[in-house]
């Protein structure tokens, strides 16, 4: 199975900051890469599917890049609604099966 | 719009069988789509538990398949968990959603707790 590493697994920025959160996977797969953002009480909203593309209304301060073993979501200019927990999310077409990150915190500096 | 929601009981004891449900509208289950269960213990991160596709096969998390049922009802557009032979560390917030190689729609969550 492939497991996925984030990291870090705490971030404290500020409002404006550039943020560059990692996901990292045991084994090179297929772009099928997802990016989530959690709010405390609510359920996952999907920001980035396919690695690099932002969902429709997801506003284009998110983007995401990567291939490979190495995917990265990055905030271009933090803004307060934007601390939350983020999760990558992979998925394996050969099993199926989906596998998680363990989420990155970003909270207030 | 797609949406999922939820429902079953919010306790239950242990070694007892957790059961839920997920109606969905906006949607036919039968007409596309994987439909799965996803789960988040109290402060903790993100489990998929396992899918059903539209055509009827399913798909389990390793760690959990020899305790995990997957079911799907297409005349009332629902489908269902059940995790048997419950313990402590099954208690998390359980999400129904619905993906292709990621989840887009999700319910609103169900917390179920186990404890005797």
């Known amino acids: 199975d492939v497991q996925m590493t984030q990291s870090p697994s705490t971030l404290s920025a500020s409002v404006g900051d550039r943020v560059t959160i990692t996901c990292r996977a045991s084994q090179s797969f297929s772009r099928w890469l997802a990016w989530y953002q959690q709010k405390p009480g609510k359920a996952p909203n999907l920001l980035i599917y396919k690695a690099s593309t932002l969902k429709s209304g997801v506003p284009s301060r998110f983007s995401g890049s990567g291939s490979g073993t190495e995917f990265t979501l990055t905030i271009s200019s933090l803004q307060p609604d934007d601390f939350a927990t983020y999760y990558c999310?992979?998925?394996?077409?050969?099993?199926?099966?989906?596998?998680f990150g363990q989420g990155t915190r970003v909270e207030v500096k | 719009q797609v949406q999922l929601q939820e429902s079953g009981p919010g306790l239950v004891k242990p070694s007892d069988t957790l059961s839920l449900t997920c109606t969905v509208s906006?949607?036919?289950?039968?007409?596309?789509?994987?439909w799965g269960w996803i789960r988040q213990p109290p402060g903790k991160g993100l489990e998929w538990i396992g899918s059903?596709?539209?055509?009827?096969?399913?798909y389990y998390n390793p760690s959990l398949k020899s305790r995990v049922t997957i079911s799907v009802d297409t005349s009332q557009n629902q489908f269902s968990l059940k995790l048997n032979s419950v313990t402590a560390a099954d208690t998390a917030v359980y999400y129904c959603?619905?993906?292709?190689?990621?989840?887009?729609?999700w319910g609103q969550g169900a917390l179920v707790a186990v404890s005797s």
């Open positions: 059903i596709f539209h055509t009827g096969n399913i």
């Open positions: 999310q992979q998925y394996n077409s050969d099993s199926p099966t989906w596998t």
């Open positions: 906006g949607y036919s289950i039968s007409s596309g789509y994987f």
């Open positions: 959603a619905n993906s292709r190689a990621n989840f887009e729609y």
